[in-house]
Every structure is written in C-alpha cells, then in structure tokens.
C-alpha cells in the first residue's frame, strides 16, 4: 500500500486544511493554517491536528497501526491566524 498517498487522501485532513509536507519512515511534517473553524470555545486550537501528523508517522512503516495510548505536551497555545508547520 502507498501510504503516502493513503494518508494525502484523508478526508479528515482535507477538510480542516492539514497539508503533508513530508513523510518519510517514523517521521512526517505537515502544517496547518489555523482559523475558526479550528478553535474551541475558548479560542484556542484544537489538538487534532498533531493527533494527524502522529498517526501519519506512526503508518509510515508500511503497517497499519492504530495508537492506544500516548501523551503529547503542549508548549504553546495557538490561535486564529497561526499557522502550525515546522521550523
């Protein structure tokens, strides 16, 4: 299976605008321009989007994996206009 082009096909990421930037084996980059449709109530961003870049790497071994558990810390919070890419 083209993983790749699996996951370019996300219809989750297609619809709130995640554009994969690379992927390669246990990596991936993938940036996001942040705007209302992606803020909670509070106005800050949901965390979707990491969760997308994670499962992207975490299938890029050719083998389908579904995560269980993990943790993820946030450093910064991010609202409209952000755009969350890597550096």
Do not use: W
């Amino acid at each position: 299976m083209d993983f790749k082009k699996f996951f370019e096909n996300n219809r989750f990421a297609a619809k709130v605008g995640i554009v994969l930037l690379e992927m390669g084996v246990g990596t991936t980059k993938a940036k996001l321009e942040i705007t209302d449709n992606h803020l909670k109530a509070v106005n800050i961003v949901q965390g979707g989007a990491i969760d997308f870049a994670f499962a992207v790497a975490s299938n890029s071994h050719e083998n389908m994996a579904i995560v269980i558990n993990n943790s993820i810390a946030y450093i910064k919070i991010v609202s409209k206009g952000t755009c969350l890419s890597p550096p």
